[in-house]
């Protein structure tokens, strides 16, 4: 398979809608919960007006301890209407393509087996509600909670002061797409 005609299929086939009309909206949440995303998905269906299904259970805890935001990912269970974007276009605005450079062969054969297995996401026919949102703070999330990232990485879970419990998260941005990892190089962090 070539890199022109994963091309092609993806130019056809990929999917994206910006929910652009939710940033800015505020989250609650109780960061003690053993799975942030099934804790959310009632609040989410409201604030969306989506009918939506966790993936797996997660904590999130390390994203929460480390940086203050959620990356959340849900599957939705309905049809919904894209624009008519290039999938190309879709790629190119989420930082997942750029112009033609001179890479090396390693980097040709990586960038080839990165869109096949993009292409294999796309075809599993799902449709996924993604939200990137973050604590807003005054200073750095990390040097006013240290004590979280602390304990999340000796694995005592996230011991947290009843004053920072319940957290209001800010929706940064939100998206409908057919690729689970559309943000993959827009929202990155470690």
């Known amino acids: 398979m070539t890199a022109f005609s994963v091309l092609r299929f993806l130019s056809n ?18 960061i003690s919960s ?16 989506l009918s939506i299904r966790t993936l797996t259970k997660s904590n999130l805890g390390g994203t929460i301890s480390k ?8 599957i939705v269970e309905e049809d919904i209407p894209f624009p008519s974007l290039s999938g190309l276009e879709i790629l ?3 930082l997942l393509v750029d112009q033609e450079n001179d890479y090396s062969k ?32 005054e200073n750095n999330w990390l040097r006013t909670h240290p004590n979280l990232i602390r304990d999340y990485l000796k ?9 920072d419990k319940i957290l209001v998260f800010t929706v940064e941005d939100a998206c409908l797409t057919n690729f689970s990892g559309i943000w993959l190089m827009k929202h990155f962090y470690l």
Request: net charge negative.
């Open 92 to 94: 190119k605005e989420n």
């Open 155 to 163: 694995n005592k879970g996230l011991r947290i002061d009843s004053q």
């Open 106 to 137: 390693q980097e040709k054969e990586a960038s080839l087996q990165f869109l096949m297995d993009l292409k294999e996401d796309v075809l599993e026919n799902n449709i996924y509600l993604k939200i990137f949102a973050r604590v807003e703070t």
């Open 67 to 74: 940086y203050g935001l959620i990356d959340l990912e849900y």
């Open 13 to 30: 086939h990929l999917k994206y809608k910006s929910l652009d009309k939710f940033i800015g909206t505020e989250i609650p949440l109780d």
């Open 34 to 49: 053993p799975d942030v995303p099934a804790a959310l998905c009632d609040v989410i269906k409201e604030h969306f007006n």
